[in-house]
C-alpha cells in the first residue's frame, strides 16, 4: 500500500490461518508498546482494536517517511548516513519484531500473521472495500461516513465476537480512551474531534 500524508486508514491483519495473534495479556500490552514506537512516528492513531486473532488500526498518516540516523557500530553514537524509513517499513518491523517474540514465547514456527497486511483509505471512497461495513451502502456523505462506520465498526468489533456484551468491557481497545474511561496515550483525541468521529 502505497500511504499518502494527510488521509486516513483502516489498516488490519490477522493470525496466519486464523489462528490466534495473542496468547496472554503481556501480549497485547507488548503489541501496544511497538504500536506507540512504529507507528506514532508517521500517523495519529484515531482508534484501534486488538482481538484474539486479529488487529485493527484506523490512522491518519501525518509523514510519509521519517529519517533515521545510521551508526557504523564502531564509534558510538557517530552518525554515518541517514536513511528514511517509510509507514510501510514501520508496520513490517512492528510485526516481524512482534511475530519473534511469539515464537521464542510459544516455541513455534512458521508464520504468525497472514502475508499481506491489508490497508484501506478511507478518504478515497472510490477505494473504499464492503470489508468493514458488511456490503456497499449508499450514504450521503461518504468522505464522512466512512471514516464514521470504520470507527464504529472497530470498537464494536469484541461485541459481534461475542468476547463481551459492551464495548467498554474489553480492555484491549481504544474505546475507554475515547470514552473518557481511561487516559490512553495511543490515540490523538484532538484528531478524531477534528473528524467529528464518535463512539
Known sequence: MQFEQGYIYHIYNQGNNRQRIFFREENYTFFLQKMKKYLLPYCDI???????????????????????????????????????????????????????????????????????????????????????IGSYIKVSNPEKEYPQRCFHYIHYNPVRAKLVKNPEDWKFSSYQDVAGIRNGQLINLQRISEFELTI
Open 46 to 132: 484515531l482508534a484501534w482494536c486488538l482481538m484474539p486473532n486479529h488487529f485493527h488500526w484506523m490512522v491518519y498518516v501525518h509523514s510519509t517517511g521519517v529519517d533515521r540516523t545510521a551508526t557504523d557500530g564502531v564509534i558510538p553514537n557517530h552518525p554515518v548516513s541517514k536513511k528514511t524509513r517509510n509507514l510501510n517499513d514501520s508496520i513490517g518491523i512492528l510485526l516481524r519484531s512482534y511475530s519473534r517474540a511469539i515464537a521464542n514465547q510459544e516455541r513455534r514456527s512458521g508464520a504468525l500473521f497472514r502475508e499481506a497486511t491489508k490497508a484501506e483509505c478511507l478518504s478515497l471512497c472510490d477505494e473504499i472495500t464492503p470489508s468493514f
